[in-house]
């Protein structure tokens, strides 16, 4: 049969038609999609809504002036007053602990802040206060950055509702408050273990990039080896899942291990002089050989009786109902955190901030609490806010202030009195007890008690500290037999005055300042700091 001429011309009209509301079709579908996405782009930040990104930056710079206290030497010692000896080298103005003449500490992290205060050495803004200050606000916004990939993370595994309790249980935790701003290298490695964990295969995760996360853990390797001890699990659950587990080795880990690797080991040459891989003298010294002892020890279940309790405060309850709770998926992160406090409770010497990375790991379960509580949520709201911000306006503000404030007392002293060049300072308490150059910032000569291990293996060795400890004043008399050697100021604690009292008098020393420092003095540690100033024929020395 022929085809009518009508017929053929209203075939092909009726499929112009079609073809052509198929296309209209097509572009609303496309209007009504690229609308939103151009303004989330627009009002985004890192991924998240731009007013929760400034919020938490200001609250971590908030949180950053509110801490105002000493934690442990280690957040000076191993950051600040090695960035200070790096760019302000002059004589008598940088000071090295042995750590770093026995090359148990890498340069990677201290030259951070290095960079940042040999930027304002060269815009001559290089004020004590700037110093001090400014490596601690960028210690703050990479603490606002891990925050909000926390948040992030926990919106694609869950929903958002989830996620807002996590991260009201980030913000809150007395810990990472009193933590979080510190330039500690526990608190670079708890950073970089959460921004890697917004990385890692988790299930659900739509964030997923094993370069990236695997690159991170390397980078928190380098500034401190046992950062790994947490990312055993999770490396063996990632490999354990990956179906082409050559490729992620051979593509992945051993180029991004190498890569860290050997900037570590450029940057240490720099800097040593010589080759050197901290990360094994860091591993031998405090794993294999464990001489972390010489510093302190614990026993065995101090980490599950004491240590994690206190870090994790009032959230403990919510974490082991959340424990109960959360889906399975989970059940890796309880994992590496039974794993990181069984590996830690092995090493003798123990301390709260060994565990602060897998903090973050516990918030999880305690924001799964408090999205399932029902009757009691705005009653235990309240109580996790108050107790933890007490908790942490007290340690922030109250305890531990007397060493930051009497260095600040004695760069005051200095600036005051800048043709005072013979001055000098001996800080007589506990070893590293107060930082020194990097809150000074002046050429003026410091001692303070020396307190290396013994690395030779002699029997009974006693420190510098431990020497003087046992017979205050007797050492002082044998040490300071010439007037001429002694320093302008003394700083003790309040406990050693009474035993030191006749040397004292008989040196012509004066109390002329007084600092609180804590309510809860134990040992050698008094509550107290005095500072004690040599009279020079009949007038202070620096008048």
Known sequence: MEREPGDGSLFFRGLQNRAHEKVKL????????????????????????????LFTIALRICNC?????????????????VAHHMVFEYPFYGYLTWEWTERLRGYTYPLIFASIYKILHLLGKDSVQLLIWIPRFAQALLSAIADLRLYSLMKQL???????WVFFCQLCSWFTWYCCTRTLTNTMETVLTIIALFYYPLEGSKSVDSVKYSSLV???????????????PLLFRHFWQEQRKLDLILHQFLPVGFATLSWSLMIDRIFFGQWTLVQYNF?????????????????????????????LGTHLPFFIHGCFLAPKRYQI????????????????????????????FCMVFCGYSLNH??????????FLFLSNMLLALYTGLVHQRGTLDVMTHIQELCYNNPNNSAASVF??????????YSHVHYPLPMRFLQCPPDLTGKSQYLDEADTFYQNPLSWLYKEFHNNSTLPTYLLIFNVLEEEISAFLISRNYERTAVFFHTHLPEGRTGSHIYIYERKLKGKLYRR
């Not at 869950?158 to 807002?164: D, G």
């Not at 509580?373 to 309240?382: G, I, Q, R």
């Not at 800080?427 to 020194?436: A, D, F, K």
């Open 283 to 311: 591993l031998k010294f405090n794993v294999l050989q464990n001489l972390g002892t010489f510093y302190g020890s614990h026993p065995w279940h101090w980490y599950f009786s004491q240590g994690f309790p206190v870090v």
């Open 333 to 360: 992160l309880l994992v590496t955190v039974l794993w990181t406090l069984l590996v830690y409770s092995m090493l003798s010497h123990k301390e709260f901030r060994f565990i602060y990375p897998v903090l973050p």
């Open 158 to 164: 869950e929903n958002q509702q989830v996620a807002r």
């Open 26 to 53: 097509r572009k609303r579908k496309s209007a009504l999609y690229l609308r939103p996405q151009r303004s989330r782009r627009r009002g985004d930040l890192l991924g998240e809504n731009i007013y929760l990104v």
């Open 373 to 382: 509580l029902k009757t009691w949520k705005k009653p235990a709201l309240s």
């Open 218 to 232: 390397a980078l928190a390797f380098i500034i401190r080896p046992t950062a790994v001890i947490p990312w055993i």
């Open 65 to 81: 002036f509110l801490v105002q206290t000493s934690f442990v030497p280690d957040e000076y010692w191993q950051s600040l007053e």
């Open 427 to 436: 800080v007589m308490m506990p070893c590293h007890s107060t930082p020194l």
